[in-house]
């Protein structure tokens, strides 16, 4: 026999646009409840705040039932009256609850609605408040064919953790809300202690009703907010770490967050009234005064923005944006410490939190999970405790190539299970002999093993590795983890791709730790570079202009590829050659210098072996983008003004503007047994001018007003020619890419704008009593002040 106690209050109601309003309401259970003691109906107080707009009503519930079933558990069935002009009673809306099965403290938003019926339903309701109530308590019961108000919408949250109770489980607890043309209806329940006793015999026990009971038993600082532009937004269709504004976070996503990103320190006038010391210390040499009890201030205006920085730069060519670039200060960067966070014991009273430890277990013991990293050299010297929801990639050098080395084996990365959550986790599964650790808590890794490139990956290890004489086989050289989760809840799986190679010298071993959220779709996400604008160091978005031509009309617009957007410079392998696959990443804000070589090889020089290497050369510096052009303004490569792929309007790019067309007017020739090339281009220059965005609030964001790139003047190579018959010419180019960021942003002006100027008119003999000298009048002071006080306060609000 199980017992449930229900000990609570009805709080209040909020969003209604009647003012005086009660409550009726009526608990409803099935035939295996039984009630032991308390009320299961009853009404409370009629109540009105025109100020709030939220009547409290704070009704005290108290009920006791025993139960031998879940089946039919307790329904709360709300309806809402209000009092009229003419004291009529008139029945508003109403709505139904379930209640929780769970032991602790629930705060429940019911949402009521009310039908609405044919046009003669609503006349009798305006004028006889005849409105029939649905016999069913669960909407899923009603009638489909109730005729509801267009707007009525229903929204059901899911969760993926069974909903069977246990001994210290939680029912999950599932909500339907309705909308009508009036707006949404809220009525509060606030249980304040519901708790469950359950026979013994009964053996229930899950781990994930478990976490969730701990988690509803928790309260979060973070929660999710609603402003009109959120700047930390950057992945669509998908919710982003610590950004408490993105409307693709759910607030049960928001509950794992440590803090909120989008949060901005407020700027201060003195004229304005604000209730709370925005000065928490002074590190000045100034002594600051706080004014308080000033007779007027300032509590709303509708005054100007007070920040402004808006460039109006038009840059149409190449020379242009050079004159404005010319024009402009270099400043330097410099680097900003980390604070290094302590790391701390497990602990399984919480849930994984962002920042928090991952935990393993491997050998029977609790441990950090932990990847090698460099640390004071290049050597993998060091190790990286990887933390929940922290992206992170680096490589280190490993110079040990013995099979004493156990990091060059996959064993070491993923002969061990993860901790899904620690709230989950029972130390009675390591240390007792009989009891092992489930695999729904204990996490197995899923391995696929990628023989060369991650192109090539199956779940079966290809061969076992080994080491000797220096050299080794079927080594780890990649470690990608891909870790799946769904905030407090957990990690829900974990991956972990293995590239296996063969070395015969020292190497670098690179790692990768990426997390993605359970319900992702990869199709339509992907990652911003700003919002709006750029921020440093997030790549530069590209595309190639479109044109189609309809009916003699042409329809312009930029396209970006979806896996080729960014801007990319040639970068060079270990041996100095430009690696032919992989591609150096701009950031923005970063300049660099970038070198490495192209290498032509022949039997036969000639004149047209000088023109393949210059167009080896401009390949590998632009890709394919310079084909078939003759002409600068044929050049069809955009920038995105503020890192958007999504739109392809011209006007939200910006042309990359080039200074010429590098033609092949190239000769080659052979003297004194070297091969000579004349006419090469051989480096490239790119100038970015940016600005930081006009807007108010975003102090980091940038926006790009235009490119160009900037080829070098033509110079002329030789190399050795080779001796004997039947031997190879090896021409060797280096090519150098330089890129350079021009900020033409104007100096940040804080201002306060001037209020309004008060025109006070008195009548002529306004002091002619004060003047007259009549001793009848003793204090004319209260009088004077009071109506020039008066007068001052209704111009203010007219």
Known sequence: M???????????????????????????????????????????????????????????????????????????LLQIF???????????????STIPLTPGFHSIECYTWK??????????????????MPSCLDESQCNNTTNLDNNIKSTTEETNLPSTKSTSGVTKVTSTEFSNSKGVTVTTISPQNVSTTTASNTNLTNANNSLLTNLEM???????????????????????????????????????????????????????????NFVQYNNTGYILERLANNLFCIVYDNLPPTYSASITLDVQTHKALKDVIDGLDTSQFKWQSQKVRMAPEFNNTHPYRHGDILWKVDDGFIKQLEVLQSGFTSLCSFKKTLRYLEDWNSACMQTDLTNNNVYLFPK?????????????????????????????????????YCMGSWDACNNTEI???????????????????????????????????????NVSEKFYQHY??????????????????????????????????????????????????????????????????????????????????????????????TKESCIELQNRTLETMLESTMYNITQVDQYNMFVSKLGYIHENGTSSWAQILLDRVPHNVITGQVVNDRIQCSGLVTSLRADILHALLPKQRIMNNHKILGISFT????????????????????????????????????????????????DITLPYDFFYPFMSGTANINSPYPVSIFLITSMIINSMYP
Not at 82 to 96: E, K, M, P, T
Not at 265 to 271: A, C, F, L
Not at 751 to 758: C, E
């Open 2 to 76: 199980a017992e449930l106690h229900i000990i609570g209050q009805i709080s209040s109601a909020k969003n209604f646009e009647q003012p005086h309003l009660f409550c009726k309401w009526s608990f409803h259970t099935g035939g295996g409840w039984k009630l032991i003691s308390g009320n299961i109906e009853g009404q409370t107080q009629e109540c009105c705040d025109s100020y709030t707009e939220s009547p409290v009503f704070d009704h005290p519930l108290d009920l006791h039932y025993t139960t031998q079933t879940l089946q039919g558990s307790p329904k709360l």
């Open 82 to 96: 209000c009092r009229d002009n003419h004291s009529r009673i008139l029945f508003v809306a109403y709505g139904v």
């Open 115 to 132: 039908p609405i019926g044919d046009w003669q339903d609503r006349l009798r309701d305006k004028f006889l408040d005849d409105i029939t």
């Open 218 to 276: 928790m309260k979060f600082n973070v929660h999710k907010t609603h402003v009109e532009l959120c700047e930390c937004d950057m992945t669509t269709f998908s919710c982003d770490i610590n950004c408490c504004c993105d409307v693709d976070c759910k607030e049960s996503q928001v509950a794992v967050f440590s803090r909120c990103t989008d949060h901005r320190t407020k700027i201060y006038d003195s004229r304005y009234c604000y209730e709370n």
């Open 412 to 448: 070491s990365f993923h002969k061990f299970t993860v901790i899904a959550s620690p709230l989950l986790f029972n130390e009675s599964y390591i240390i007792s002999q009989n009891q092992s650790c489930p695999k729904n808590v204990c996490l197995a890794l899923e391995n696929r």
């Open 463 to 501: 061969l076992t590795g080994y080491c000797a004489n220096g050299a080794c086989i079927n080594i780890v050289t990649h470690v990608r983890y891909v870790i799946i989760h769904n905030g407090t809840l957990g990690i829900q799986r974990i991956r972990a791709d293995l590239q296996l190679g």
């Open 512 to 605: 990768e730790i990426s997390y993605e959220w359970v319900n992702l779709n990869k199709n339509k996400s992907f990652k911003l570079s700003g919002n709006p604008g750029y921020l440093i160091g997030k790549p530069i978005v590209i595309g190639t202009l479109i044109t189609n031509k309809t009916n003699d009309i042409d329809t312009k617009y930029v396209l970006a590829n979806r896996k080729n957007h960014f801007l990319t410079m040639p970068i060079g392998q270990r041996n100095g050659e430009c690696d032919p696959s992989n591609r150096y990443l701009v950031g923005f804000g970063e300049d660099v210098k970038l070198k490495c070589s192209v290498t032509l090889t022949t039997n036969n020089f």
């Open 711 to 758: 080829f070098s003047e033509e110079v002329d190579l030789s190399w050795s020619k080779c001796a004997g018959n039947n031997c190879m010419d090896t021409l060797v180019i280096d090519i150098v890419t330089y890129i350079a960021f021009h900020d033409a942003s104007k100096p940040l002006k804080y201002y306060f704008a001037g209020g309004p100027n008060f």
